[in-house]
């Protein structure tokens, strides 16, 4: 159904290991705030985050996850309550979810809330409140202090915990991924001695490894509804073939695995989205999401535009991310 172009996938890795990070983008308020809640607010934010096409705020010119990570750092300063788990539980889930509303609302006007399917994400976000209170004695912290983090860790025993947690149930990890990046990003943990780390796989990455041909669909059923944005009822073949591909980059990269996020998932959501750079010379954000994270002097073309079968091949080109109701990415 899917096969990984091995080849094109080494010559994309080629190209991302003289990429170049930017220190900025990990010095943000996000990551670089002190408080004891920290981890909390990274744990939930991840937790809820899926599907967020409608999440805007035009105002401050924030999408997605931008505006998810500013409404949480709001919530961190005027009401840390929703990130304590004893104080969660005490709340119904409908007064869980009239507290959350004015947080990503432009105006702070309950009505005007742009964070979509809130009953979903107020059990998701329930749930994770009940475990943590459950199992690790009200904090997120205790799932890794525990751990001899100067000897080998393996990978699996971590993501075993967070199995515990629907909202982070996904057999391929790619939440418990983010949060692992962000708490490391943050120094609140390091990954350094850990083994068989999943590479990060969200609709964004999976779009930009179709497109480059990093990935090949076989099945021309497949290829038709991906190309045409028809649902699909299992999306989990083109996911483990993105990792796989994502695998062969990050060794020729030489980077750590989580730090493709920061190229593929920025690049996916202003160099090549609805508009591609390599057809229009013009990014779908602005800023370029992708230059926030990277070192870039000349952005005119995509970083991949000379080796990328989209930027010269329709077929390729046309491919979109599989259109799939999940809560898992």
């Given amino acids: 159904m899917i096969v990984v172009n091995k080849e094109q996938s080494r010559k994309i890795g080629e190209i991302v290991k003289k990429l170049e990070f930017k220190s900025s983008f990990y010095e943000r308020d996000f990551i670089q705030i002190n408080s004891p809640l920290k981890m909390a607010m990274h744990f939930y934010a991840v937790g809820i985050c899926h599907q967020t096409y409608h999440l805007a705020n035009p105002k401050l010119n ?76 009200g904090k997120i912290e205790n799932l890794f202090q525990n751990r001899n983090w100067e000897k080998k860790q393996n990978a699996d025993a971590i993501y075993t915990e967070f199995k515990k947690f629907e909202a982070y149930s996904d057999p391929l990890q790619k939440k418990s991924g983010v949060f692992l990046k962000l708490i490391e990003d943050a120094k609140l943990i390091n990954l350094e001695n850990v083994d068989q780390l999943i590479p990060i796989m969200d609709y964004h990455m999976q779009r930009v490894l179709l497109r480059t041909g990093c990935i090949k669909v076989i099945d021309q059923n497949l290829k038709y509804k991906l190309q045409h944005r028809l649902p699909i009822t299992d999306d989990e073949p083109i996911r483990k073939a993105s990792i796989e591909a994502m695998q062969i980059i990050t060794k020729i990269a030489g980077y750590h695995i989580f730090k ?16 591609t750079l390599c057809r229009t010379n013009t990014c779908e954000k602005t800023p370029c999401t992708l230059t926030r994270a990277v070192k870039i002097e000349n952005h005119e073309h995509c970083i991949f535009q000379q080796i990328c079968k989209g930027a010269i091949n329709e077929d390729y080109h046309s491919f979109w991310q599989p259109q799939i109701k999940t809560h898992f990415y």
Avoid at 260 to 270: A, H, Q
């Fill in 62 to 137: 924030l999408y997605g996850w931008d505006y998810l990570e500013y409404g949480f750092l709001d919530i961190l300063k005027k009401a840390p309550h929703l990130l304590e788990a004893q104080k969660i539980l005490s709340l119904s889930k409908q007064e869980l979810i009239e507290n959350i509303q004015p947080f990503f609302s432009q105006d702070s006007k309950p009505e005007n809330c742009t964070l979509d399917t809130l009953d979903e994400r107020a059990d998701l976000w329930m749930d994770m409140a009940k475990i943590i209170q459950e199992k690790f004695d």
């Fill in 260 to 275: 493709m996020n920061d190229v593929f998932y920025t690049l996916g959501r202003s160099c090549c989205n609805e508009n």
